[in-house]
């Protein structure tokens, strides 16, 4: 198929490792963003091929992760409301918030459906107007064009029974909170390739120059991950910090012009919680004040304040690359993808999911007690 098949071409990912390689004269810590770049490299066993003085470490970009557990339970008591139903994606239905999940909130008599498209939700809210229809809207700056056109169609259709349920958060600012945090160790960064296919890359050169971080511009295939860790590893090996492209055939500087006009009109920069993380300034979407008719959290009266989160669960470390799935002691023992303790073990765009599917066997065994 063509932009897949050559980008995973055996002999080029290879030739890339071994140029790579030839390159590193000493260790080098490099963050991918995205989940699905993630999920690539566990799958493939990208960094497998690298030498060994390259560490990879997994970042915040799986929206599912870090979606705050106030949402999902914001979600799953809407669900239980007469006359109200939920629509969201699959991934995020089985998310535990502080109790349960929506696929339980389901099981136990919620109204919760499951769609592929925010317009599903809109169609839904239309077909049925006597009931109150809540699209639970999650996602970086990828999903944010497509939620924020719903919002204006179920607008144009004149819709008092369609709400969003926003999660929307931001990279650039995770990235500068990521570099900020007294622990950190990431030197390097691949951005996530889709997300500034929409925003461009103006964002990312004031962050390169003052934490001194080279950042390259990545896609998802094993050649464009490997061509990504290469330029970082220039880069890093020359003392340049620069903002680079090695996704060309999708990305251009400016972005998608389009597609920010149709979220500026929308949405607006607001601080975010990010699940194990926590509160990042000015690092999601919110409704701007002429959607926020459509707003669920001001619509049912919703608090949304922070809630506790698990103590097991040492997501916000993994995100922050600060540790890695397998160090967590939960990790396919008390957390599977069957019983997740955290998000990252049941999104498809997880880190822990990555490492529990495509690892589990190198898992070395728990230590045993005594
Ligand atoms: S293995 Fe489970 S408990 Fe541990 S960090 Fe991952 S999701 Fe959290």
């Not at 969201?88 to 459906?113: C, H, K, W």
């Not at 498809?348 to 190198?362: D, F, I, V």
Request: hydrophobic content about 45%.
């Amino acid at each position: 198929m063509k932009f897949v098949d050559e980008f995973r071409d055996a002999a080029a990912v290879r030739k890339l490792a071994a140029a790579i390689a030839l390159r590193v004269t000493r260790p080098w810590i490099i963050m991918e963003i995205c989940g699905g770049q993630t999920h690539s490299i566990v799958k493939f066993g990208l960094d497998e091929l690298l030498p060994p003085a390259i560490t990879l470490v997994h970042g915040p970009g799986c929206p599912v992760c870090v979606t705050p557990v106030e949402l999902i339970d914001a979600a799953v008591a809407l669900a239980a409301r007469p006359g109200v139903t939920v629509c969201s994606f699959g991934d995020m239905l089985r998310v535990p918030g502080t109790g349960i999940d929506l696929l339980t909130a389901r099981a136990r008599g919620g109204d919760v459906r499951m769609i592929y498209s925010p317009f599903d939700a809109v169609a839904l809210a239309a077909r049925n107007r006597e009931r109150e229809v809540v699209f639970f809207a999650v996602g970086f700056e990828t999903t944010a064009p497509a939620n924020a056109m719903a919002a204006l169609h179920a607008r144009r259709l004149g819709l008092r029974n369609f709400t969003l349920l926003v999660s929307h958060v931001l990279v650039p600012p995770a990235i500068e909170a990521i570099l900020s945090a007294p622990d950190n160790r990431v030197q390097g960064f691949l951005a996530a390739g889709h997300v500034c296919a929409v925003m461009g890359t103006a964002e990312y050169g004031p962050i390169a120059a003052r934490h001194h971080v080279p950042i390259v511009v990545t896609g998802f295939e094993p050649v464009d991950i490997l061509q990504g860790v290469l330029g970082c590893v220039e880069q890093l090996e020359s003392g340049r910090t620069e903002v680079a492209n090695a996704y060309a055939r999708a990305v251009r500087p400016e972005g998608n012009v389009r597609a920010r006009k149709i979220m500026s009109e929308v949405f607006t920069v607001v601080d975010r919680n990010w699940r194990g993380i926590g509160r990042i300034p000015a690092s999601g979407f919110a409704l701007t004040s002429e959607f926020s008719g459509f707003d669920a959290m001001q619509r049912f009266g919703l608090a949304g304040d922070a809630l506790p989160e698990s103590t097991e669960c040492i997501s916000g470390q993994i995100m922050r690359g600060v540790k890695k799935p397998r160090e967590c002691p939960a990790f396919g023992v008390r957390c599977t993808p069957d019983r997740p303790l955290g998000a990252p073990m049941v999104s498809s765009e997880g880190a822990c999911a990555a490492y529990y599917r495509y690892r589990l066997r190198k898992t070395p065994a728990p230590a045993p007690t005594v």
